[in-house]
């Protein structure tokens, strides 16, 4: 978007090459600043910044900011806060996937490769010496669990999923020394899910956070997976931290499956197979 931006800037009135000129040297403030500031630094009227965003063929000043801050939505985390009532269609889409996009880009250039490799060869050996393997969350990340559940299964690894305060609790009472425990929280603040990781560490089990840095829960935890995602209903936090936390679940699958290797391709063979042949009967 800023190659073609410059690319116009021979084509464009003087006046509007100020408004270019400007979104060049500062694209991730353009994309903030109201209308009225943006005129002002660029020396000329509020008619001529919305004309130049015409002219480089967006409907005006709104959709020429939104498509904008998607194209530096990885500099800027969370620049679309809320949705407005007069917002349209169009606008609600960009905003709300945009806030999501930027999300995993922050995990992407955030995350800890280490901690991952630790996670993913904890799992793996538990898997491999048939020992237990139990997934915990609460609410969201209750729905995250069930996913984590199906996506090892998947993999010929089975583990256990429970959203139930009761349930975790008795469930990390059970555990021991080479076994499991996988605890989701956007929070890390939960009760329940702190006393089942608490039980499980205690109980010499290996335990596994997937939650916010600096949390309850990453420090009460062997292994931590930082998955930081501001807590604030404008920021649709609910479904975009449960996105996002699905998304390491998907890292940390993948990673465990290398770690299992051939031997797993007979089995994904085999799903493969009877499924087809059960959808096509």
């Known amino acids: ?32 600043l109201p209308v009225r500031e943006l005129a ?71 995350a800890s490769t280490a901690a991952v490799q630790q996670a993913a060869e904890a799992i793996a050996a538990t898997w491999q010496t048939g020992r237990r393997i139990e997934i915990y969350g609460a609410g969201n990340s209750g729905i995250v669990a069930q996913d984590a559940q199906h996506k090892f299964f998947r993999l010929g690894v089975t583990s256990i999923s429970a959203s139930d305060g009761h349930m975790q609790v008795m469930s990390a009472t059970l555990l021991g020394p080479g076994d499991c425990a996988l605890i989701i929280s956007n929070s890390g603040r939960t009760r329940d899910l702190m006393d089942a990781a608490d039980i499980a560490r205690k109980n010499g089990a290996t335990t596994i956070a997937i939650t916010a840095s600096g949390s309850p829960l990453a420090s009460a935890c062997a292994i931590h997976l930082a998955a930081d995602h501001p807590e604030g209903y404008d920021r649709y936090s609910p479904m975009v931290s449960r996105l996002l936390h699905l998304l390491v679940i998907d890292v940390l699958a993948t990673c465990v499956a290398l770690r299992i290797g051939p031997a797993l391709q007979p089995l994904l063979q085999q799903m493969k197979d009877n499924l087809r042949a059960k959808r096509y009967a």
């Open 40 to 110: 002002a630094r660029a020396h000329v009227s509020k008619p001529t910044v919305v004309r130049f965003c015409r002219s480089m063929g967006y409907d005006g000043l709104a959709d020429f900011k939104l498509k904008l801050a998607g194209s530096v939505s990885e500099g800027v985390p969370f620049i679309h806060r809320s949705v407005d009532a007069d917002d349209k269609t169009g606008d609600v889409l960009v905003k709300v996937v945009d806030n999501a996009v930027a999300a995993f880009l922050q995990y992407r250039n955030a």
């Open 1 to 32: 978007m800023l190659d073609r931006i410059t690319a116009s800037l021979p084509s464009l009135a003087p006046a509007e090459q100020r408004v270019a000129r400007l979104v060049l040297h500062d694209a991730r403030a353009f994309a903030r």
